[in-house]
């Protein structure tokens, strides 16, 4: 199975600052004929279904705000957060889909500093 | 709008069997591949099967082959997952989720709320 690891598991953030996440699987998930990355981003605020934010790793799903950007190939990727809004405070998770089973990371907790 | 809303969750007896149904709407069901994921109490998501737009491959998490079985009925616009010889570990809120990219639908992009399966004595 591949294992999905993101860091860190939690992070503070001042309103309108950059949050930072990080999700690194322990294979590549970089499909070499399609040159696409198998990774999604997924948002859960408290009480809610997870929505999902990105996928192919940089494809934001319609809807999601242009503050929420995906990025990195391989086995290492990252979701940032522009500018930090009070809406935003959720666990964020990674997920693979290169391959069954699919598989989440930890998943990361934003809070506002 | 496309909506998915599971029922069939209760407090179950370990050993015991429960199905639950997800029905959809808003969208050709036939056309999409499906999945339940499941969040255990303030724990994080796994993913527990897959079945392709027509019923005719399905997959499952390791830990749960040979206990679950995902189905469908395209005249139905419906879900379900069979559980039968439930565990402790089995406990947690099962999520209903379209899929897209690829036969099995390995992008989940709408969630229904979920129902809660509890397994205990």
């Known amino acids: 199975d591949i294992v999905m690891t993101q860091s860190p598991d939690s992070l503070a953030v001042s309103l309108g600052e950059r949050a930072t996440i990080n999700c690194k699987s322990s294979q590549s998930i970089l499909y070499s004929s399609s040159d696409k990355n198998y990774l999604a981003w997924y948002q859960q605020k408290l009480g809610q279904p997870p929505k999902l934010l990105i996928y192919w790793a940089s494809t934001r799903e319609s809807g999601v705000p242009d503050r929420f950007s995906g990025s990195g190939s391989g086995t290492d990727f990252t979701l940032t957060i522009s500018s930090l809004l009070a809406e935003d405070v959720a666990v964020y998770y990674c997920q693979q889909y290169y391959t069954t089973p699919r598989t989440f990371g930890q998943g990361t907790k934003v809070e506002i500093k | 709008e496309v909506q998915v809303l599971e029922s069939g969750g209760a407090l179950v007896q370990p050993g015991g069997s429960l199905r639950l149904s997800c029905a959809a709407s808003?969208?050709?069901?036939?056309?999409?591949?499906m999945n339940w994921v499941r969040q255990a109490p303030g724990k994080g998501l796994e993913w527990v099967s897959s079945i392709n737009n027509n019923g005719g491959s399905a997959y499952h998490t390791d830990s749960v082959k040979g206990r679950f079985t995902i189905s469908r009925d395209n005249s139905k616009n419906t879900l379900y997952l069979q559980m039968n010889s439930l565990r402790a570990e089995d406990t947690a809120v099962y999520y209903c989720v379209r899929g897209i990219v690829g036969a099995t639908g390995g992008v989940f992009d709408y969630w229904g709320q979920g129902t809660l399966v509890t397994v205990s004595s």
């Open positions: 808003g969208f050709t069901f036939s056309s999409y591949a």
